[in-house]
Nanobody, 125 residues
Framework: EVRLVESGGGLVQPGGSLRLSCAASGFAVDDYDIGWFRQVPGKEREGIAKINTKDGSTIYSDSVKGRFTISSDNAKTTVYLQMDDLKPEDTADYFC??????????????????WGPGTQVTVSS
């Protein structure tokens, strides 16, 4: 059974930091890349980061590049999203997902096969 479980969301002040975690199990991690997406009500899901589980390469959306960092543990079964310098516009539900398509530029939600239930991040004073 494929399982993806996000954790680490919460309320943070502008300029603060959070680290999200995605615990992955039930599949061969080397066969999938793992990405982070976010969604605000009324808007399309936005791909923000992806890590290639074989070579460790990463890509980011322009909206988070320089502020967010994706990484994984040694077993590549837990993926993290370190979020620094958070802004109110970062408020969203955050999801991790896996894809069979390992294109270096791929942050398109239609190509992702499995999704976690999400964790909410609110950036507010």
């Amino acid at each position: 059974e494929v399982r993806l479980v996000e954790s680490g969301g919460g309320l943070v002040q502008p300029g603060g930091s959070l680290r999200l975690s995605c615990a992955a199990s039930g599949f061969a991690v080397d066969d999938y890349d793992i990405g982070w997406f976010r969604q605000v009500p009324g808007k399309e899901r936005e791909g923000i980061a992806k890590i290639n589980t074989k070579d460790g390469s990463t890509i980011y959306s322009d909206s988070v590049k320089g502020r967010f960092t994706i990484s994984s543990d040694n077993a590549k079964t837990t993926v993290y999203l370190q979020m620094d310098d958070l802004k109110p516009e970062d408020t969203a539900d955050y999801f991790c997902a896996i894809t069979r398509y390992r294109l270096s530029f791929l942050l398109v939600d239609a190509y992702y096969d499995y999704w976690g239930p999400g964790t909410q991040v609110t950036v507010s004073s």
